[in-house]
């Protein structure tokens, strides 16, 4: 029973119904979401906030990295550089050879992250906070987070470096921050289509797509390929934009950092938490969070 229901949602998921099954899901979470209002009700954003948060409802996303605190910056760059160096010092991970490697996995799984650890920490800051909640209206739910390491296979593109979208939600936001220069398309730059674009082409029950399946929906000079050098952020309404990347030529890599937000509640079953507390949580923390 619970598969044949995973299985109808996951079609729902690609169909204009989808936003009726929000609706509907945050009827019986009435409570939760007048707390998530009344929190952040009390935030004043600054107009710098204001206006990359209209731009980002305009286009489906926008460049944040002035917006970050830089020290936490710093210090995500730091700790992605040793999970980095761990990863590749292990021949296991130098052997398989995959798109790309997550390097977070074990440690989020076993609840190794906590709230003050750099790569939950830095989703959590109150500039990323400012944001999302303008996008939102709401606090909105922190879901996960990746630190991915992207290598060139010699393979046809497939999986991530396909066109899709993210189907876990019905308004995906992503954080995403380059932890290497990527400033040519041999580095396997995160390109997508903006919102307007992309809306054209807007459902499909095909989870990816090549370059020749999309162009018979939109045009590909279209596409906007993110260029820039490492530490650059940017945020990107996933489950709006058709976007791909990890299109790296040989002898290229790419690290990078990426969060995960979505409002709640989640529509798919809760997974356990996995990010350990350390006391000090703010309340906005914890509503991020999922608790109470």
């Given at each position: 029973?619970?598969?044949?229901?995973?299985?109808?949602?996951?079609?729902?998921?690609?169909?204009?119904?989808?936003?009726?099954?929000?609706?509907?899901?945050?009827?019986?979470?009435?409570?939760?979401?007048?707390?998530?209002?009344?929190?952040a009700a009390a935030l004043s954003p600054d107009p710098t906030t204001i206006a990359?948060?209209?731009?980002?409802?305009?286009?489906?996303?926008?460049?944040?990295?002035?917006?970050?605190?830089?020290?936490?910056?710093?210090?995500?760059?730091?700790?992605?550089?040793?999970?980095?160096?761990?990863?590749?010092?292990?021949?296991?991970?130098?052997?398989?050879?995959?798109?790309?490697?997550?390097?977070?996995?074990?440690d989020f799984l076993a609840g190794r992250l906590a709230t003050d650890d750099p790569?939950?920490?830095?989703?959590?800051?109150?500039?990323?906070?400012?944001?999302?909640?303008?996008?939102?209206?709401?606090?909105?739910?922190?879901?996960?987070?990746?630190?991915?390491?992207?290598?060139?296979?010699?393979?046809?593109?497939?999986?991530?470096?396909?066109?899709?979208?993210?189907?876990?939600?019905?308004?995906?936001?992503?954080?995403?921050?380059?932890?290497?220069?990527?400033?040519?398309?041999?580095?396997?730059?995160?390109?997508?289509?903006?919102?307007?674009?992309?809306?054209?082409?807007?459902?499909?029950?095909?989870?990816?797509?090549?370059?020749?399946?999309?162009?018979?929906?939109?045009?590909?000079?279209?596409?906007?390929?993110?260029?820039?050098?490492?530490?650059?952020?940017?945020?990107?309404?996933?489950?709006?934009?058709?976007?791909?990347?990890?299109?790296?030529?040989?002898?290229?890599?790419?690290?990078?950092?990426?969060?995960?937000?979505?409002?709640?509640?989640?529509?798919?079953?809760?997974?356990?938490?996995?990010?350990?507390?350390?006391?000090?949580?703010?309340?906005?923390?914890?509503?991020?969070?999922?608790?109470?």
């Amino acid at each position: 029973m619970a598969t044949t229901l995973q299985r109808i949602r996951w079609n729902l998921m690609r169909t204009p119904l989808a936003p009726v099954l929000k609706a509907a899901s945050r009827i019986g979470n009435r409570r939760d979401i007048l707390d998530r209002k009344r929190l952040a009700a009390a935030l004043s954003p600054d107009p710098t906030t204001i206006a990359a948060a209209k731009r980002f409802e305009r286009e489906g996303y926008v460049e944040v990295t002035e917006l970050l605190d830089p020290a936490l910056l710093q210090r995500l760059a730091v700790a992605s550089e040793k999970k980095n160096s761990e990863a590749q010092a292990q021949a296991s991970e130098m052997s398989n050879k995959t798109i790309w490697k997550s390097l977070l996995e074990q440690d989020f799984l076993a609840g190794r992250l906590a709230t003050d650890d750099p790569f939950v920490g830095f989703a959590m800051q109150p500039a990323v906070i400012a944001v999302l909640v303008e996008i939102y209206g709401e606090i909105p739910r922190f879901d996960s987070v990746l630190l991915t390491r992207s290598i060139y296979d010699g393979k046809p593109p497939s999986y991530s470096q396909l066109w899709h979208r993210d189907y876990d939600d019905t308004k995906v936001v992503k954080l995403f921050v380059y932890l290497t220069d990527v400033v040519e398309r041999a580095d396997g730059p995160f390109t997508f289509f903006p919102g307007p674009a992309s809306d054209r082409a807007r459902y499909s029950r095909r989870s990816h797509r090549t370059d020749q399946a999309l162009a018979t929906k939109i045009d590909l000079s279209e596409a906007r390929s993110i260029t820039s050098p490492r530490l650059s952020a940017f945020l990107v309404e996933t489950s709006r934009c058709l976007h791909m990347g990890s299109r790296l030529d040989e002898g290229h890599e790419r690290l990078m950092y990426t969060a995960t937000f979505f409002a709640a509640p989640r529509l798919y079953p809760e997974p356990a938490l996995r990010i350990s507390l350390t006391g000090r949580e703010s309340a906005i923390e914890r509503s991020m969070l999922g608790l109470d």
